[in-house]
């Protein structure tokens, strides 16, 4: 079987839901019925952790708009990271948009937009640096010879002062007037992309807002809601809130109440929902040719077990995309595991996943260390979990795997090691049966830390290999 890669989730135009495995198109329905029913702006923020699909649901949501002949914009803030002012780089990604506009719309659209640009003048953040410039020199031409001219400066600064207050007072209303006239003028180039159509206003996707630069996003944020505030417009920010909230409080201090910061600027927030997480693991193995792979050259449980693991450490979905991608070039370049090895490769993949240190850790001198450390990672995770197959005692089944490692002696029988553990780790009756129980999972299955490191080793060689993994 050839070896394959998982690309990004194929957008379909005239289907956009068609390769939706996670139960998108009720919310997009919803979210579309919600923004169509505001005459004035709103910013809406579509809140969700890294890696649980943010930017693939906001293109399928930009893809069904676009077949409801809403007109949309789609921003990616990361990739204008680079420029100095946000204003501009909205301003440019609007601008690129009248391309797809037609005929009179198209005529007017330019019309407008060149207006946008001439205020943009005015309104970039670095707007008033030259004055000040300008400034600097006048006071260095009353230095001379190296001395200050005392009486001079104090002269130049009374008349600076009293210019000043007059230049601010006339600044600020000309601001106040060229601020008018951009917001009416982007309303103007709003309803061109709208056709004059009042329930259909121009949606501006902005997206990776949390990966930028602190100050930029605080900047994308304070533009979005002061400068675009304009009837026809509506913002979808897709990002982490948690994770904006850490650039914010970089900015403005540890101290910061930033729910109460972010609602000055977001109206409202939409917590996406994660659905059919075990669809999404499907895809992945379908996408991969992993399904086969696996049910013919493994253990009947891997997949199983697989799943388990995902809902016990709460992997996102681009962690379990990463998880793929490992265990499907470990699969395809090493024959020397067992089948029931493969047990013991996708927990250590987990590991590597959501706790590098951990997995680190494992080395030839320090196996009891490693897997006492292990056991204790598993009850932590398990102790949230709510377990959804309880007569399949996963759980308990990767304990075995692990015991089986340190088995203090190869005579040992496995009630034995079970008791042993029971009495370490002071469990319960009812743990202790289902350790039982899930003993003819195990079978003559065995492990020992060379199978480890094999696999530890496997893994680190599969890093090499650069895949591309952005299906989410």
Same mark, same amino acid.
């Given at each position: 079987?050839s070896l394959k890669k998982c690309s990004q989730v194929e957008i379909d135009a005239a289907d956009p839901f068609k390769n939706d495995v996670l139960d998108r ?19 809406? +923020?579509?809140?969700?952790?890294? &890696? ?12 069904? $708009? ?12 990361? /990739? ?11 301003? &440019?990604?609007? &601008? ?7 005929? /009179? ?15 943009? &003048? ?19 031409? $009353? ?16 008349? $600076? ?27 103007? $180039? ?133 998880? +793929? ?107 202790k049966q289902k350790l039982i129980k899930s003993l003819p999972m195990l079978g003559q299955y065995r492990a020992n830390i060379h199978t480890l490191l094999c ?18």
């Amino acid at each position: 079987m050839s070896l394959k890669k998982c690309s990004q989730v194929e957008i379909d135009a005239a289907d956009p839901f068609k390769n939706d495995v996670l139960d998108r198109k009720a919310n997009i329905k919803i979210l579309t019925q919600f923004i169509t029913s505001y005459e004035q702006s709103i910013v809406l +923020c579509i809140d969700a952790g890294w &890696g649980q699909g943010k930017t693939t649901f906001i293109k399928m949501w930009q893809q069904y $708009l676009k077949n409801q002949d809403i007109p949309t914009i789609y921003f990616n803030a990361w /990739e204008s990271d680079y420029t100095d002012d946000a204003l501009i780089a909205l301003i &440019g990604e609007i &601008g690129l948009a009248i391309d797809n506009l037609s005929g /009179e719309d198209k005529s007017k659209a330019k019309g407008f937009f060149s207006t946008l640009k001439n205020k943009i &003048g005015y309104l970039a953040k670095d707007a008033s640096s030259k004055e000040w410039l300008t400034i600097g020199a006048a006071i260095g031409s $009353l230095i001379s010879g190296g001395r200050i001219k005392v009486d001079k400066i104090a002269e130049f600064t009374a008349n $600076l002062g009293a210019s000043l207050a007059k230049d601010q007072i006339e600044k600020y209303e000309k601001s106040k007037q060229v601020l008018f006239e951009f917001k009416q003028a982007l309303s103007q $180039l709003a309803e061109c992309y709208c056709g004059n159509d009042d329930n259909k206003p121009l949606v501006i996707f902005i997206d990776e807002l949390d990966r930028c630069r602190p100050n930029f996003a605080i900047e994308i944020l304070e533009k979005a809601k002061h400068l675009f505030n304009v009837d026809n417009i509506v913002f979808v920010l897709a990002t982490d809130k948690t994770q904006l909230g850490h650039s914010i409080r970089a900015v403005y201090g540890q101290g910061l109440d930033v729910n109460g910061y972010l609602r000055r600027f977001i109206d409202f927030d939409y917590l996406l929902p994660i659905l059919n997480e075990s669809n999404f693991i499907d895809k992945l193995l379908q996408k991969f040719s992993l399904d086969k792979h696996l049910e013919s050259n493994t253990a009947c449980l891997t997949v199983p077990v697989l799943k388990y693991m995902i809902g016990l450490y709460k992997l996102t979905l681009r962690e379990q995309e990463a998880l +793929c991608n490992i265990l499907n070039i470990v699969a395809r370049t090493n024959n020397q595991f067992k089948k029931d090895d493969y047990y013991l490769l996708c927990f250590l993949i987990v590991l590597k996943l959501k706790f590098p240190d951990l997995y680190n850790n494992l080395n030839k001198n320090n196996k009891n260390n490693f897997v006492d450390k292990a056991l204790k990672n598993i009850n932590s995770q398990y102790s949230t979990y709510i377990e959804i197959d309880i007569s399949g005692y996963y759980f308990e089944f990767l304990e075995l795997i692990l015991l089986t490692v340190v088995r203090p002696d190869p005579s040992f029988s496995n009630e034995e090691i079970i008791d042993k553990y029971v009495r370490e780790y002071e469990f319960d009756d009812t743990k202790k049966q289902k350790l039982i129980k899930s003993l003819p999972m195990l079978g003559q299955y065995r492990a020992n830390i060379h199978t480890l490191l094999c696999i530890k080793q496997a893994i680190e060689i599969s890093t090499s290999f650069k895949l591309d993994n952005a299906a989410t």
